[in-house]
């Protein structure tokens, strides 16, 4: 496709980014444009007129992305001050770090919808927005590290590459960068495992118990069956989405499978076997009425998680108090602590 | 381990960044903003990269870390301090990294065996101090609360401070010069916070020169039975 094919729909349907309402005639217009430019495969971007609803389901989305990512941060962290060796150490600072990291860019996507940070925080802390429900699980023993980063690290990124072709530009290019940080992630965790399984026999132990703790939960990180997912067809038809959860939980477990091979570790599951057929695994039935309790607030750790957010949230009021008081008595001194960082200036579209 | 003027002067050095790395990686999960969660991690990263490369020229940084005792640890007490609230991290982290700062320029003059490492450590220990009196600026002279919190901190660790000039062997300094450059940047960064310089002693009969000799306060204990518990349940392992 030559470039200027390409200009023709962006250009008409960036004429229409207004911040005013658009007259009710002129919508059917803007959403024929904006159906072309996502049938094109071009970027929405934020200052694109687009329908309210994809803009309310993107925010949902990437607000639940951001809320994981720091919530995420929580059941690692639990570890940092017990690694074994300062290599391990080192590497799951700087993991726990580039979560972090992960949150600011994904807020920093939400906020070119129109909906600020501290309002999508508010909202984790009432329990209005949900975050992964994998993070209600608890980190027993040093090995769920290594769990975490080879099968739920893992399990993000099977997620999270076709994002980065998601129609909307912010949140696109945000996945491209969180992307390549979650596969050293993921490697990391693996061989953290492969040093624990080539350990001593208690080493070895310790792995194989966190892998059967953390296979199934991993497994439910894409989502309910395809027939029982409530947003998944609109979400693809807009491009937000572009494979179903079962055709991602199947990536995933034919990459897995050859994987805890060579970990010497085993799947927790006996009907896992090669169909030849299929062409893929084939495995035994998830149970989906834990993962409903768990959604619902029933999990092992859920109501420790957000309390844990909750009280950094309100134990650092006073300090995110004076940085806007300090900035506001000396005018031209930013508060550049608690503004977005120049990592995520490009989120509005630029690059 | 034979403990020569040269790896003395290592442990104590790589003893002050292992500690305080620890101690701020404390924070993981629970700082008062995101963008705390990134600079603070950044800062405890850096110290323990120092650490490692410090405690590499002394034996092996595992076996140092995790099966000395706490008497044998030489970092100053200033830096095994528990966290507390915001203002107490931000004001060990003004102590201490104008401090480092002060102390690896000099050492990064020089010809001798930490120069390598100070040159590369003290471009990261500026931007640490930078963040410390940045951040004291904000909470000195942010709301009447933030104020009171910092002026409690600085107080509080105030009596720590002194510690920090005495001489280590094997570390050729100007130890007095040192000291005077120290308290003029303090002074200088308190009073722009609308701070007052802190009047009690700067060491206790106790505390000068204590954690260089492996006297420690009674927190640093409990720190190490947690950072050292894993690897010491599992002798001989590797990770
Ligand atoms: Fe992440
Ligand atoms: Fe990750």
């Keep these: ?351 | 381990m034979t403990v020569t003027a040269h790896t003395g002067a290592a442990l104590a050095l790589g003893d002050d960044a292992l500690v305080l790395s620890h101690r701020l990686g404390e924070w993981a999960g629970h700082a008062p903003v995101l963008e705390e969660e990134v600079a603070l991690a950044n800062i405890a990263l850096d110290l323990l990269g120092q650490a490692r490369v410090l405690l590499s020229m002394a034996g092996d940084e595992d076996e140092l870390a995790y099966l000395r005792e706490e008497r044998a640890f030489r970092n100053l007490q200033l830096v095994e301090q528990p966290g507390g609230d915001f203002a107490h991290t931000i004001a060990r982290q003004l102590y201490f990294s104008t401090y480092q700062r002060l102390l690896y320029t000099q050492l990064a003059a020089q010809e001798g065996a930490f120069a390598g490492l100070a040159a590369k450590a003290v471009k990261e220990v500026a931007y640490h101090q930078d963040h410390a009196e940045q951040w004291t600026l904000r909470l000195g002279d942010g709301t009447a609360q933030s104020h009171e919190r910092m002026r409690r901190a600085c107080e509080a660790l105030w009596r720590f401070t002194g510690e920090m000039f005495q001489p280590i062997e094997g570390v050729e300094v100007d130890w007095a010069g040192l000291q005077t450059a120290w308290l003029e940047s303090v002074s200088d960064t308190l009073r722009r916070a609308t701070l007052e310089v802190p009047e009690g002693p700067r060491s206790g009969a106790w505390a000068a020169g204590a954690g260089r000799q492996g006297l420690h306060t009674e927190p640093f204990g409990r720190m190490l039975a947690e950072m050292q518990h894993l690897h010491r349940s599992h002798p001989g392992a590797s990770w």
């Design chain 1, 1 to 351: 496709m030559v470039e200027g094919d390409r200009m023709a729909p962006a250009a008409a349907h960036r004429t229409a980014s207004v911040d005013g309402a658009v007259p009710e005639a002129d919508t059917a217009v803007y959403e024929a444009v904006f159906n072309a430019a996502v049938a094109a495969d071009e970027r929405i971007e934020p200052r694109d007129w687009m329908p309210d609803a994809y803009r309310s389901t993107l925010v949902r989305q990437i607000a639940q992305h951001a809320h994981s990512e720091i919530i995420g941060m929580q059941p690692e962290a639990n570890w940092i001050s017990r690694a074994p060796s300062l290599r391990r150490k080192a590497i799951l600072m700087a993991k726990v770090q580039d979560e972090a990291g992960h949150g600011l860019y994904l807020y920093s996507a939400v906020e070119t919808l129109g909906v600020s940070r501290e309002e999508l925080l508010d909202k984790l802390h009432t329990g209005r927005q949900k975050y992964s429900s994998i993070f209600n699980y608890p980190t027993l023993t040093w090995a769920d590290v290594g769990a975490i980063g080879w099968l739920v690290d893992g399990a993000a990124i099977t997620n999270q590459v076709p994002l980065c072709r998601c129609s909307y530009g912010p949140y696109a290019r945000a996945m491209v960068r969180v992307c390549k940080e979650e596969s050293f992630h993921q490697r990391q965790g693996y061989e953290l495992l492969l040093a624990l399984s080539q350990g001593t026999p208690e080493q070895h132990a310790m792995a194989q118990d966190a892998v059967d703790r953390w296979w199934w939960p991993s497994l439910m990180m894409f989502g309910p069956p395809d027939d029982e997912s409530a947003h998944s067809a609109q979400s693809m038809a807009w491009k937000i989405k572009r494979h179903s959860n079962d055709e991602l939980r199947q990536r995933f477990i034919d990459i897995c499978v050859p994987q805890a091979k060579s970990l010497n570790l085993t799947l927790p599951d006996p009907d896992l076997r090669w169909n030849e057929e299929r062409g893929h695994y084939d495995f035994g039935p998830i149970d989906w009425a834990e993962f409903r309790e768990v959604i619902k607030g029933n999990g092992p750790c859920n109501e420790q998680r957000i309390s844990q957010r909750r009280k950094a949230h309100d134990e650092g009021a006073w300090v995110r108090e004076a940085a806007a008081a300090y900035a506001a008595k000396h005018n031209g001194a930013t508060g550049a602590a608690v503004e977005p960082s120049a990592d995520t200036a490009d989120m509005n579209g630029k690059a």
